[in-house]
């Protein structure tokens, strides 16, 4: 199984201030297809999850530019360019090139 | 637009099965599948098995002996099953659309299942 790994576990950033979190699989993401299964989504308080960023670097309808997906690989990115209130929750990276699909522990991101 | 809503039993015996069911309102394509995530206390996200509107399905191994996701198309609702239960399937369970390869569009509302004499 592909194993994701997501740092930090917790981040508490200011308003306006940005954000990054790490992902890293167990296995490249890279499919012969030429897209890379790598999700962002975010989960925030009794909601269930969102998406953020599907296949590496594709915002999904409706999130904001300040989001972006990167990285190659088995390594990826998210970052907030700015954060704001609405952004606290839960950040989980998914992975979908193979089965079972797998998500990181998440990470907590609290605004100060 | 497309809606998901889920129901079943909230408290469950050890050793008994677990139901849940999911409805899709307002779908008018069938080529997707219906994916099953569960969410323990406090924990993580634990994708569990999805079946497409035609039937085939994946199950995660960890679950797969206990396990039977089924649908019924005459009425678009998918079913999930896991027998044996213990306290350690006591979670929040999902379902979501799964329309393409991990885009995991919309979800339930979610259902709330303890595992508990």
């Known amino acids: 199984d592909t194993v994701m790994t997501q740092t930090p576990l917790f981040l508490s950033v200011t308003p306006g201030q940005p954000a990054s979190i790490s992902c890293k699989s167990t296995?490249?993401?890279?499919?012969?297809?030429?897209?890379?299964?790598v999700f962002w989504y975010v989960q925030k308080a009794g909601q269930p999850p969102q998406l953020l960023i599907h296949?590496?670097?594709n915002r999904f309808s409706g999130v904001p530019d300040r989001f972006t997906g990167s990285g190659s690989g088995t390594d990826f990115t998210l970052k907030i360019s700015r954060v704001e209130a609405d952004d606290a929750g839960v950040y989980y990276c998914?992975?979908?090139?193979?089965?079972?699909?797998?998500f990181g522990q998440g990470t907590k991101l609290e605004i100060k | 637009q497309v809606q998901l809503q889920q129901w079943g039993a909230g408290l469950v015996k050890p050793s008994e099965t677990l139901s849940l069911t999911c409805a899709v309102y307002?779908?008018?394509?069938?080529?997707?599948?219906i994916t099953w995530i569960r969410q323990p206390p406090g924990k993580g996200l634990e994708w569990i098995g999805e079946?497409?509107?035609?039937?085939?399905?994946n199950y995660n191994p960890s679950l797969k002996s206990r396990l039977v996701i089924s649908v019924d198309m005459s009425k678009n609702e998918f079913s999930l099953n896991l027998n044996s239960v213990t306290a350690a399937d006591t979670a929040l369970y999902y379902c979501?659309?799964?329309?393409?390869?991990?885009?995991?569009?919309?979800w339930g509302q979610g259902t709330m299942v303890t595992v508990s004499s």
């Open positions: 296995q490249s993401l890279l499919h012969s297809d030429g897209k890379t299964y």
């Open positions: 979501a659309r799964n329309n393409s390869r991990g885009i995991f569009d919309v």
């Open positions: 079946i497409h509107h035609a039937g085939s399905t």
């Open positions: 296949e590496l670097s």
């Open positions: 998914m992975q979908s090139i193979q089965l079972p699909y797998s």
């Open positions: 307002d779908g008018s394509s069938s080529d997707y599948y």
